[in-house]
């Protein structure tokens, strides 16, 4: 199936001088300007409370810029995915599934269908009755992920969604969800602390600074899609990793002396 | 997972399991009364009758028994309900604004700090010597930890839920339905256990105050009748037919707790 029948072209996202000041004072954001390529994958990647997790709320619109604006096109759908799997323990897997298309007014007739579609995908096909709390730390994750590709968004955000699960696991939602990303065709951004997660999932690595954050650099990332398993191993993976890491130590070691 | 243990065990071994504790205790406590009244107190069965002694008065008033049981039943039933309802629904109202519970919440407290038994005479006054006055009782007496679990509830909400339904445009009514009070229940059936045998200890409190002297009337009612009359194992029966009900209220509420939270909470799972 092609992007377009799963639900079109990601969406263009453009943050033009977007700060965050929150009311206690706190300036969690400076100005940020990012534009996103319809259908690029991009991630952030930061210090603790650099206001990444912030910028996401921005573009998700549950948080208002102090300044600057979010440029979204009109009527995409936007997801958002959690570290936390975030699902309603009394629902059965489908019924999770299936939450956020009913929450925007569709009709069980077509949310239905879509969510055991998404299940599918996921691989989680034959859990559809039972409960969250029967699911693995990963297999959680994966509800999460079909219940927000279930909406078939334009836009896809995710916050460290991979933070919480072990490594071996990691790896494994890693790929699958490079390759639910080239099937679905949305527009990713995805938070993490993680350098080799950015690298490996991204075209493009965004690298920020500490509170207020700011984006220090933006690094290209070269490798052709699909991207093997075996790629964390290259040589090249490991140097542009290094760069990356290299860009957010130099900007560490300055802030150490000053 | 864990409960693989309970599965692989008929439900009826399973039940006895839990319940021979229970028995084994009531057996022992039963056998040390009758010690106590057939040595200590031999012959003073106005300060303790002996088990055989209750139970001979229990038979012997039956019908007026189970008709105080019945009456009691129907007036506490009646305070819980309206606990039930006018307290979740307070509770949902307060927990829409940090004003509304400002102003309200205090108010809420004061109705369980005073003490109903010196507040009882009052509403005897106002609503009359009948079941009505019984019933605000024990309404009064099961509101407070409705009120206060239910808002804890309410009010302890994943945060990350709460974005997820403003991000996919959710209205309050919706966020309410399918969000807030779902994630309440646990809370709410904690209340609701604790309120069980409270409306009870309200309505017998409340026939005190209503029925001293009158041969009808709840088992509140007939205490105070038995106790005039030194007729101590009769008050002994009395005094475990009330017991036994609130016991019973507790355990239906558990039950329909049980039932509806089995499928995802810790604390029943597996039940």
Request: with cysteine; aromatic share 8%; net charge positive.
């Amino acid at each position: 199936m092609s992007a377009e029948e799963r639900g079109g072209r990601g969406a263009a996202v453009t943050l033009r001088g977007v700060s965050k000041r929150f009311d206690s004072g706190l300036q969690a954001l400076g100005a940020v300007d990012l534009a996103l390529r319809p259908g690029e994958f991009v991630s952030i990647v930061g210090p603790s409370g650099c206001g990444k997790s912030t910028l996401l709320r921005v573009m998700a619109g549950l948080v208002a810029p102090s300044t600057g604006r979010c440029e979204r096109p009109a009527g995409i759908e936007t997801a958002f995915v959690f570290q936390e799997a975030a699902l309603l323990p009394w629902r059965t897997v489908e019924r999770n599934a299936q939450l956020l298309m009913e929450l925007e007014g569709h009709e069980p007739e077509s949310y239905r269908p879509r969510a055991a579609e998404a299940l599918k995908l996921v691989g989680l096909a034959g859990f559809e009755k039972s409960y969250p709390h029967q699911l693995s730390g990963g297999m959680r994750m994966r509800l999460s992920l079909a219940r927000a590709l279930a909406l078939r968004p334009g836009l896809l955000l995710l916050d460290e969604p991979l933070a919480a699960v072990d490594e071996l696991t990691r790896d494994v939602l890693q790929e699958e969800l490079s390759s639910l990303w080239r099937q679905a065709g949305f527009t990713g951004v995805l938070v993490t602390h993680n350098v080799h997660e950015a690298v490996y999932l991204s075209n493009r690595v965004v690298v920020m600074s500490p509170r207020p954050g700011r984006i220090l650099d933006v690094i290209d990332v070269p490798f052709a899609f699909p991207r093997a398993p075996e790629l964390r191993a290259s040589a090249d993976f490991a140097a542009l990793a290094g760069q990356v890491t290299a860009v957010l130590r130099a900007r560490h070691h300055a802030e150490a002396v000053a | 997972m864990t409960r693989s243990v309970s599965a692989s065990s008929s439900p009826a071994v399973a039940f006895a399991r839990n319940a021979a504790p229970v028995v084994v205790v009531a057996l022992l406590a039963i056998g040390f009364w009758w010690l106590l009244s057939a040595t200590v107190y031999q012959g003073k069965g106005y300060l303790l009758p002996s088990p055989q002694e209750v139970a001979a008065a229990t038979a012997e008033n039956a019908a007026v028994l189970a008709g105080a049981t019945l009456s009691t039943l129907k007036e506490a039933l009646l305070g819980y309900a309206l606990a039930i309802v006018i307290g979740i629904a307070g509770a949902a109202v307060l927990a829409q604004s940090r004003l509304l519970e400002r102003s309200l919440y205090p108010y809420a407290v004061l109705l369980q700090t005073v003490p109903v038994v010196a507040i009882a005479p009052l509403i005897v006054l106002w609503f009359g010597y009948n079941e009505l006055s019984v019933v605000i009782v024990s309404f009064i007496m099961s509101l407070f930890p409705i009120v206060n679990n239910t808002m804890l509830g309410l009010r302890s909400t994943s945060r990350n839920l709460s974005e997820l339904f403003a991000l996919h445009r959710a209205n309050a009514l919706v966020s309410f339905w399918k969000l807030r009070l779902p994630g309440a229940l646990p809370h709410i059936f904690a209340g609701l256990r604790i309120s069980a045998g409270l409306s009870v200890i309200g309505a017998i409190v409340g026939e005190f105050i209503i029925g001293s002297g009158n041969a009808e009337g709840g088992l509140g009612v007939q205490i105070v009748f038995a106790q005039g009359r030194m007729y101590t194992a009769l008050l002994f029966a009395e005094v475990i037919a009330a017991t036994l009900l609130g016991f019973l209220f507790f355990l239906v509420v558990s039950a329909i707790g049980r039932l509806l939270l089995r499928h995802w909470h810790e604390s029943a799972l597996g039940s």
